[in-house]
């Protein structure tokens, strides 16, 4: 029979405007939380983390927010570029209590239009 | 630094072989973890190691699976018997203290 995979909400943005990604976590216990971009044939991509202690953390063109109350976190891209296109990941882990391990959102599909 | 080096990148082998992957962590990390990525259930934590030593393999799907981390600038995730189900991406990523967690490219496992 036909495998059914998952099914990767996708997000389509122009060239030039920002994208906004959003997760939900599940573990209110989390404390440690990371983004990656997956391209296509290529290992996950480190962009940006953000500890439990923080709100807000900015990098270069990018911002994650972090809502403890909800357990939501949001990755917003500046000035989105056609190389942005890729699968975007969240990650939440722990950095006390021994959980050091990361468990992964389903992702979600980032496509640039130019 | 090289980053973390993951062979091979493809791995194509009949049902019932022994599968060897490889990974190769940043030097100077600590952790170490082996990830199976499929359509199914996307990324999944089989096991990981700190400072060589297994902490938490209750992600490894069955016997058939193990893993060993002989030196810190070495380890081996070992399927046998391949089965089809198996069929998927591998990653190896490490770290250091908790941060930086990087992965490696991955290795694409075909079991026929």
């Known amino acids: 029979g036909e495998s059914v995979g998952l099914h990767l909400p996708t997000l389509s943005v122009q060239e030039g405007d920002n994208s906004i990604i959003n997760c939900a976590y599940s573990?209110?216990?989390?404390?440690?939380f990371i983004w990656y971009k997956q391209e296509s044939g290529k290992g996950p991509q480190f962009i940006i983390d953000?500890?439990?202690?923080?709100d807000k953390r900015q990098g270069q063109r990018v911002t994650v927010l972090l809502n403890k109350t909800v357990k939501h976190l949001s990755l917003q891209i500046a000035a989105t570029q056609p190389g942005d296109s890729a699968v975007y990941f969240c990650?939440?882990?722990?950095?006390?209590?021994?959980?050091?391990?990361?468990?992964f959102g389903t992702g979600t599909q980032l496509k640039v239009e130019l | 630094d090289a980053g973390v080096i993951q062979s091979p990148r493809h791995e194509v082998t009949e049902m019932g072989q022994e599968v060897t992957l490889r990974c190769k962590p940043i030097?100077?990390?600590?952790?170490l973890f082996w990830y199976r990525q499929t359509m199914m259930r996307g990324l999944e934590l089989l096991i990981y190691?700190?400072?060589?030593?297994?902490?938490?393999d209750s992600g490894m799907p069955e016997d058939r699976f193990s893993a060993k981390m002989p030196n810190a600038s070495f380890s081996t995730l070992k399927i046998q018997p391949s089965e089809p189900r198996d069929s998927a991406v591998y990653f190896c990523a490490s770290s250091f203290n908790n941060y930086g967690y990087t992965f490696g490219s991955g290795t694409r496992l075909t079991v026929v």
């Open positions: 953000i500890r439990s202690n923080m």
């Open positions: 190691f700190n400072n060589n030593v297994p902490i938490d």
């Open positions: 573990n209110s216990a989390s404390d440690y």
């Open positions: 990650a939440e882990g722990g950095l006390t209590g021994g959980g050091n391990k990361l468990t």
């Open positions: 030097s100077g990390h600590d952790y």
